[in-house]
């Protein structure tokens, strides 16, 4: 069996703020690197992804970048990342247009003088843009195989599910899982994954309709729906401790006994 592993670099949502009180967790913005077969995919590039430089394992001449979206804790972290600056690298960059600006011109517009002192030129990696819709199949070397899923949140986001050797890895950072509630497109999706990764940005009860996350409850509820083998929590609000997160861990588990709350550095198999 070859190589699927997750290394969680960023787990906090919105912002990468610590209040005093969150050591355990970390404080890091999303990302996710994955190592499957001979690949590396990166999920997101918020302030974790800066983490990739010390990782071992996860060194590849080839890379590959999939954006769920491009609010500022998903991609915030670009400009600090060291292997795009590095000429000997090649970036394969996926995401969704959106509001009707391509993918390259979304992110020249984050990486703008108004925003960035260094724009998307500054990079040295061979990057090649690859715009996507929902429903897509993303066909990478050595049989690994992405799939693609539209999740309610504001602005859109992507939901990815990654398949190799019969083994599945499902991600969505950011959704509003109470919007799905009818969805049996997006329960298939998740369905039997052995890996279930869903944004918990809210505590049971508080969850605010609009804002595009969801609860630990709700995150625990879908993953017994969908037969998934194991659900790691993210995305947590910035506000929440060490201590909130174990609380929120803990009460999942009530629901969906074998859930974890993930933090910056863990690795886990799939």
């Not at 247009?97 to 925003?115: C, M, N, T, W």
């Not at 993303?138 to 990654?162: E, N």
């Amino acid at each position: 069996m070859e190589t699927f592993e997750i290394t969680f670099l960023g787990t906090n949502g919105s912002v990468a703020y610590n209040n005093g009180n969150r050591k355990k967790y970390g404080s890091n913005t999303l990302c996710i690197a994955i190592a499957v077969g001979d690949e590396v995919l990166l999920l997101d590039a918020g302030s974790g992804i800066q983490g990739l430089a010390v990782l071992e394992g996860y060194q590849r001449t080839n890379m590959n970048l999939l954006f769920t979206h491009y609010h500022a804790d998903h991609i915030e972290g670009m400009l600090f990342c060291k292997d795009l600056f590095d000429p000997e690298k090649k970036f394969d960059i996926y995401g969704s247009d959106s509001d009707g600006a391509d993918l390259r011109g979304i992110l020249e517009s984050y990486l703008s003088p108004s925003i960035s002192p260094i724009g998307l030129e500054a990079f040295q990696a061979d990057i090649r843009y690859h715009a996507i819709v929902a429903g897509d199949t993303i066909d990478l070397q050595s049989g690994v195989k992405v799939r693609t899923h539209m999740a309610s949140h504001p602005g859109c986001s992507m939901a990815y599910r990654v398949e190799h050797e019969g083994k599945a890895y499902f991600c969505c950072s950011d959704i509003e899982l109470g919007n799905h509630n009818e969805d049996d497109g997006l329960l298939e999706f998740m369905s039997g994954a052995d890996l279930l990764v869903l944004d918990s940005f809210f505590d049971d009860g508080n969850v605010i309709p609009g804002w595009g996350h969801s609860s630990w409850r709700e995150c625990a509820e879908w993953a017994g729906k969908a037969g998934a083998k194991r659900l790691a929590l993210i995305h947590y609000s910035p506000n929440f401790s060490d201590k909130d997160i174990d609380e929120m861990q803990e009460k999942a588990r009530e629901v969906f006994p074998n859930t974890f709350a993930a933090a910056d550095y863990m690795k886990v198999d799939v």
